[in-house]
């Protein structure tokens, strides 16, 4: 078992350490071997045992490109050193906004869903203040409903400040459906409020769908959507509802309705 590369990530943790990984040749996980690193002489990451085939190592942060020993120690008191170049990490500014979406009656009253849904919204807006280039999906119309619901005349007007400069944006339906459930009736219908009523009440409208935590699409929405407006589709990855049968399928392509005329941009 050798160290045979390591790479630089770009995640530097809060006291300044950076992400690095360690790729050995032929792990073997009954060996007992730890690591340890050094630079100019300095030891720099102290006795690291080694769990896997590939190991994270945190190192400090370099300013700029200088030499590292990697010293690897095994059960048998042999050593190994190998030696490394770390570089200036590239500094990227990385926003997030914990939430994907809301589970409505299942994770919280819905008062409570209703009110995270302004508060998180609300967030959003004040990281545009401060950072313009900074862009915001609203996943579906329930969730800006919540926004009408609780939100107050000041809250109201910065929101249409931001959708009419682009910073933020609707995502259709009007909430996480199982759109195999619905007829050809339904469909249409659940368009109406990211469809038509956003235009009047916010003079916004959805072209996009994001589909997260639930099984997608069915094909008979194509069309449904793709009349109200719809021009792409995004539905994420998730490992016990995704059906394996299309498991070949291009990762994005055109979704043609059964008509063969409309169609949307799907990716997954």
């Avoid at 200088?66 to 010293?71: A, D, E, F, L, R």
């Avoid at 059960?75 to 490394?84: K, Y």
């Avoid at 072209?207 to 639930?214: P, R």
């Amino acid at each position: 078992m050798i160290i045979k590369k390591l790479t630089q990530t770009i995640y530097i943790t809060r006291d300044g350490k950076n992400r690095a990984w360690l790729e050995l040749d032929d792990f073997n996980d009954s060996y007992d071997a730890h690591v340890s690193a050094f630079i100019s002489g300095e030891c720099v990451a102290d006795s690291i045992k080694i769990c896997s085939g590939k190991q994270e190592i945190l190192l400090p942060e370099v300013h700029e490109t200088c030499g590292c020993s990697i010293v690897m120690k095994g059960q048998n008191g042999l050593s190994q050193c190998f030696m490394c170049t770390l570089k200036p990490v590239k500094k990227w500014r990385i926003s997030f906004i914990n939430s994907s979406h809301e589970d409505l009656g299942y994770e919280d009253y819905v008062n409570r869903l209703g009110e995270g849904c302004l508060r998180l919204t609300k967030r959003a807006m004040d990281i545009i203040d401060t950072y313009p280039d900074f862009h915001y999906s609203i996943e579906h119309y329930w969730w800006l409903r919540s926004i009408e619901q609780y939100g107050d005349e000041e809250t109201f007007a910065r929101l249409r400040k931001y959708f009419d400069s682009g910073n933020i944006d609707l995502m259709f339906p009007h909430c996480g459906v199982h759109t195999h459930w619905h007829g050809y009736e339904q469909l249409p219908r659940s368009t109406y409020y990211s469809g038509l009523y956003a235009g009047k009440r916010w003079g916004t409208r959805a072209s996009s769908v994001m589909f997260a935590d639930i099984s997608g699409m069915s094909w008979s929405a194509v069309a449904a959507y793709a009349d109200a407006g719809v021009k792409y589709v995004m539905s994420l990855y998730n490992s016990f509802r995704d059906c394996p049968d299309n498991a070949d399928m291009p990762q994005c392509f055109w979704w043609m309705a059964p008509d063969g005329r409309r169609k949307v941009l799907m990716w997954t």
